[in-house]
């Protein structure tokens, strides 16, 4: 019912920026919250950040608190993932998700995309 697509991966040196973007479709009018996961290699799944969809409030890991910033664009159903002062323990598969309202999960998972920092 929801699709999602993210994009904006790469290499990037320690220290470094990048911007993740996820585009989602469908019936995005019923979304409660979307969030951002990473997983890295030969780790588990865990949660990076997430945005309320009908309101401003914000959610974010103690990892990443002060380096990443999750935005949202309701107009284009697009969600996005700022990261600044990478390091290379953030390096990992990151993964788009939609919680939709009724449920207690993100039941709606994009494909991922890489982010590889290097030391």
């Known amino acids: 019912q929801v699709q999602l697509v993210e994009s904006g991966g790469g290499l990037v040196q320690a220290g470094g920026s990048l911007r993740l973007s996820c585009a989602a479709s469908?019936?995005?009018?019923?979304?409660?919250?979307m969030g951002w996961f990473r997983q890295a290699p030969g780790k588990e799944r865990e949660f990076v950040a997430a945005?309320?969809?009908?309101?401003?409030?914000?959610y974010y890991a103690d990892s990443v608190k002060g380096r990443f910033t999750i935005s949202g664009d309701n107009a284009k159903n697009t969600v996005y993932l700022q990261m600044n002062s990478l390091k290379p323990e953030d390096t990992a598969v990151y993964y788009c998700?939609?919680?939709?309202?009724?449920?207690?999960?993100?039941?709606?998972w994009g494909q991922g995309t890489q982010v590889t920092v290097s030391s």
């Open positions: 469908g019936r995005t009018y019923s979304t409660y919250f």
């Open positions: 998700a939609a919680h939709p309202q009724g449920s207690t999960n993100y039941d709606y």
């Open positions: 945005i309320r969809w009908s309101g401003a409030g914000t």
